[in-house]
């Protein structure tokens, strides 16, 4: 199982990034995805999230109206658009998919986390 965190930088404020999170070695297309961050001393705190066939999301209030998130169930891969960003959206943002078989288990998959630092 491998989730791929790309796509971070070092951006000015009011700049945009996208991340990318690619998802191997697991149904992708049955999993809800998320984003999460944490910056330095703090709490990992959830970003946004997706369900599996991209029919609902929800975006934490910190970031609702500058981030979106979305999904392509072809290519395995989902995506955080963050636009407006600022100083306090500096942190490292991780991937998260959460694949629940049932009966069969519910299997909890993280990224290695994709840095990104906002400057003022």
């Known amino acids: 199982v491998q989730l791929v965190e790309s796509g971070g930088g070092l951006v000015q404020t009011g700049g945009s990034l996208r991340l990318s999170c690619a998802a191997s070695?697991?149904?992708?297309?049955?999993?809800?995805m998320s984003w999460y961050r944490q910056a330095p001393g703090k709490e990992r705190e959830l970003v946004a999230g997706i369900t599996s066939t991209g029919g609902r999301t929800n975006i934490a209030d910190s970031v609702k109206g500058r981030f979106t998130i979305s999904r392509d169930n072809a290519r395995n891969t989902v995506y955080l658009q963050m636009n407006s960003l600022k100083p306090e959206d500096t942190a490292v943002y991780y991937c998260?998919?959460?694949?629940?078989?049932?009966?069969?288990?519910?299997?909890?998959?993280w990224g290695q986390g994709t840095q990104v630092t906002v400057s003022s």
């Open positions: 998260n998919a959460l694949l629940n078989l049932g009966w069969s288990g519910v299997y909890d998959y």
């Open positions: 070695g697991f149904t992708f297309s049955r999993s809800d």
